[in-house]
């Protein structure tokens, strides 16, 4: 079955402090993804990526790096943490088709 | 601008009754649409996804529906469980494949109670 594994499912981050989220699927999909969800809000594009070592900006990116070592491995990284990053986040990854797996999402609390 | 609409935003019902979910969009093109549920502090599960004109799909107690014309989905649920207590999202896909974006609804919480 399908996999993404996200760590750590849940962070306290100190306002300026620089966060790193990991994101790993073992589905040997080429597509993976980073979202926010805000309360009251659908979830919202970060960064994606088509394969490793290559990123590209979603809607939102402002704020945000992602990283895409290895086709297994996608990062989302927040250099200077801000109070309006508080939020949950996604991975997902995808193939060709319409097929999308999630994660099951990190808590990020910055304070 | 939000382009997919869910309603209502929140919903309560009795162990056993049916609901039904809404999902109006205007994500053009509109290539599938996909309802997922999310249990608190979980990932989405896909519950199913529509491809076509007038499209209807069954997957146990959830049916949904969907009219292209009109861009509305509808989400069945029949004889609610208590683990039916979850948020269901709307996602409307504009392409048929990995390049495409993902649209969001905010989501439907909906409430099983005894």
């Known amino acids: 079955e399908a996999a993404v594994t996200q760590s750590p499912r849940s962070k306290v981050a100190v306002t300026g402090g620089k966060v790193t989220l990991s994101c790993h699927q073992t589905?040997?999909?080429?597509?993976m993804y980073w979202y926010r969800q805000d309360t009251g809000h659908g979830l919202r594009l970060i960064h994606y990526?088509?394969?490793?070592?290559?990123?590209e900006k979603g809607d939102i990116p402002d704020g945000y790096k992602a990283s895409r070592p290895s086709q297994e491995n996608f990062s989302l990284i927040l250099e200077l943490a801000s109070l309006s990053q508080t939020a949950v986040y996604f991975c997902?990854?995808?193939?060709?088709?319409?097929?999308?797996?999630f994660g099951k999402g990190t808590r990020l609390t910055v304070v | 601008k939000t382009q997919v609409e869910q309603s209502p935003q929140s919903l309560v019902v009795r162990q056993g009754e049916n609901c039904v979910l809404q999902c109006n969009y205007s994500v053009t093109p509109d290539n599938h649409l996909r309802w997922f549920k999310q249990d608190t502090g979980k990932g989405l599960v896909s519950l199913t996804v529509?491809?076509?004109?007038?499209d209807k799909t069954s997957n146990g107690r959830y049916s949904a529906t969907l009219d292209k014309d009109a861009k509305h989905s509808t989400l069945h649920i029949t004889a609610t469980l208590l683990d039916d207590t979850a948020t269901y999202i709307c996602?409307?896909?504009?392409?048929?494949?990995?390049?495409?974006?993902?649209?969001f609804g905010a989501g439907t919480q909906l409430i099983v109670i005894p």
């Open positions: 996602v409307v896909g504009d392409r048929g494949s990995a390049l495409g974006r993902l649209h």
């Open positions: 589905n040997n999909h080429d597509y």
């Open positions: 990526s088509y394969v490793a070592d290559s990123t």
């Open positions: 529509l491809v076509h004109e007038n």
């Open positions: 997902a990854s995808t193939t060709e088709n319409t097929e999308v797996f």
